[in-house]
């Protein structure tokens, strides 16, 4: 028996040898791998390799998303009578025809100011006479209503200012609106003041004009912004907006030049501002509505100005 003990006593003796013996060749080894600081590689400072980096996000400048283009989570469907369907389909919001008014209408209240903010939005009409992304918004204690297309498809402006609707008050503008093509708007309110940004901005058609001259027009202004366009990128960039180029230069119909123009300005200080009495109303109070019109919507977010 005291063999025994002896033989087992040994044997972790020399099992705890080999362990420190194991421990210390690790760290011997480790010592003798190991680098100076400058020598890992942690920092790259090669230019061209530099080069190959992926590019930084740019700031979203506040922006919060309202639609996320999967489904309707945020919103819903505006009880309008004998509205039409409303689906979310590859990340657009499709507003289709109803009898009268078909709109959706955002729930979370909690993210909405009242004044001091943007919103923009991107729309475009499939079929219909109407307005196809009418846009309802607080000003401060109350709303109104930003009407794309209306009254037969060309009137855009806000109701109401003055208990006048954006048919009859001095935001009234007169617009085409192409089926199937996309129009952003971006709408800012601030304690005095309404204003209205559009793109693509309206180009009117002077007298004896071309596709020659049109085109040459548009390269000015698109060096005015910075941009150098030989004539055939010019007019390739006004054919992908303005299908019937050839059809509207001679009849002298309003067409579209790339890039964002304010539509409105209007100071409404000292003045009622509020929602055109009626069905429209339940969209307060922020939502989007159509008017026996198929509208689809895209892109949809607000942010806090100072």
Not at 232 to 248: G, M, V, W
Request: glycine residues 8%.
């Amino acid at each position: 028996m005291r063999d025994f003990t002896r033989l087992h006593t040994l044997f972790l003796a020399l099992t705890i040898s080999l362990l420190v013996g194991c421990a210390d060749f690790q760290a011997q080894s480790r010592a003798e791998s190991a680098k100076e600081y400058n020598e890992l590689g942690l920092w790259i400072n090669n230019t061209n390799e530099l080069a190959k980096l992926p590019a930084l996000p740019k700031p979203d400048d506040g922006w919060l998303s309202l639609f996320n283009g999967k489904n309707l989570s945020g919103w819903e469907e505006t009880d309008y009578a004998g509205r039409g369907n409303v689906k979310v389909q590859n990340g657009e919001l499709h507003i289709e025809n109803g009898l009268v008014i078909t709109g959706v209408t955002y729930t979370n209240k909690t993210v909405l100011p009242k004044t001091n903010y943007e919103i923009e939005y991107e729309a475009k009409k499939l079929n219909g006479t109407d307005f196809f992304g009418l846009l309802t918004f607080p000003v401060g204690d109350a709303h109104a209503s930003l009407v794309t297309g209306g009254w037969g498809g060309a009137v855009t402006g806000i109701s109401s200012i003055n208990s006048m609707d954006a048919s009859e008050n001095n935001t009234t503008v007169y617009l085409r609106f192409n089926k199937d093509h996309w129009y952003k708007f971006r709408l800012r309110v601030t304690p005095d003041n309404l204003s209205v940004w559009m793109t693509p901005k309206e180009h009117l058609i002077p007298l004896n004009a071309t596709v020659a001259t049109v085109v040459k027009a548009y390269q000015e202004d698109a060096a005015k912004a910075g941009q150098t366009l030989t004539a055939e990128q010019a007019e390739a960039a006004l054919r992908a907006i303005n299908p019937k180029l050839d059809e509207n230069i001679p009849a002298r119909d309003t067409i579209y030049f790339p890039g964002e123009a304010q539509i409105i300005n209007e100071t409404i200080k000292d003045k009622v501002v509020n929602m055109r009495v009626g069905e429209i109303e339940l969209s307060a109070p922020l939502g989007f509505a159509t008017f026996q019109t198929y509208g689809v919507l895209r892109n949809i977010r607000m942010r806090r100005i100072k």
